[in-house]
């Protein structure tokens, strides 16, 4: 099986353009999380999708949003970007809430 | 609230000898689930193990072990005669179930153990 694919890889950005990230699940899962990785605040979780809906969501503000499609594919949008927001973007699929979580090989996010 | 806690910054180690990597958890919640991930150098996340919080059994895979005891709030793991490619960032996680109990999809992480075993 096909592991948890991520598009882009890389990407720079501009502070205040705004960004969209993609997540291919593995096939069959139906739960896709986020989760942002920094060296300063580790990794933290942004927002869970489970069959289009939100089932959970992080400390992020409004700019930080998601959706899931009827593919079980997911997009993360950042919107108005910050320096603060150059991290790794990991995104993370399993069969059912609570069951492993594999993880993509993540975006890597730079804002100047 | 939930947390996890690895005080372990980073431990250094020569090939052949056992670590433990130390985890401790916080919650009230009685069900939950821990996990542990590896983070090598290439950066993608591997998963290593699942535990739910009814199952207090030890575990052994190969040359890995985990010890859970509910009692201390901890998830250890050891790593029995390490090996250079042992060589990453390990993280300890612990999922809650959400406000309407729906969902254990989100994971807390701990701040992660960087081990480096040297040959």
């Known amino acids: 099986k096909a592991g948890v694919t991520q598009t882009p890889r890389y990407l720079i950005k501009t502070r205040g353009q705004q960004v969209t990230l993609s997540c291919s699940p593995i096939?069959?899962?139906?739960?896709v999380s986020w989760y942002q990785q920094t060296p300063g605040q580790g990794l933290q979780f942004l927002f869970e999708?489970?069959?289009?809906?939100?089932?959970n969501k992080g400390n992020f503000p409004g700019r930080f949003s998601g959706r899931q499609f009827s593919n079980s594919r997911s997009e993360m949008n950042v919107s108005t970007l910050e320096l603060g927001d150059s991290a790794l973007y990991l995104c993370?699929?399993?069969?059912?809430?609570?069951?492993?979580?594999?993880f993509g090989p993540g975006t890597r996010l730079t804002v100047t | 609230a939930q947390k996890v806690t690895q005080a372990q910054t980073e431990i250094s180690v020569v090939e052949k000898e056992d670590v433990t990597l130390d985890c401790v958890y916080e919650?009230?919640?009685?069900?939950?689930?821990l996990f542990w991930y590896k983070q090598p150098p290439s950066g993608e996340l591997v998963f290593l193990i699942r535990?739910?919080?009814?199952?207090?059994q030890n575990e052994i895979s190969g040359r890995y072990s985990w010890n859970f005891q509910k009692s201390t709030s901890s998830f250890n793991f050891t790593i029995t005669a390490s090996q250079v490619v042992d060589s990453a960032v390990y993280f300890c996680a612990l999922s809650l179930p959400n406000a309407g109990g729906t969902s254990y999809g989100k994971l807390t992480f701990g701040q992660g153990t960087i081990l480096t075993v040297h040959p």
């Open positions: 993370a699929s399993s069969f059912i809430e609570g069951y492993e979580q594999y």
């Open positions: 999708y489970f069959s289009e809906t939100q089932r």
């Open positions: 919650t009230r919640d009685t069900t939950y689930y």
């Open positions: 535990r739910n919080s009814f199952d207090e």
């Open positions: 096939s069959g899962h139906r739960s």
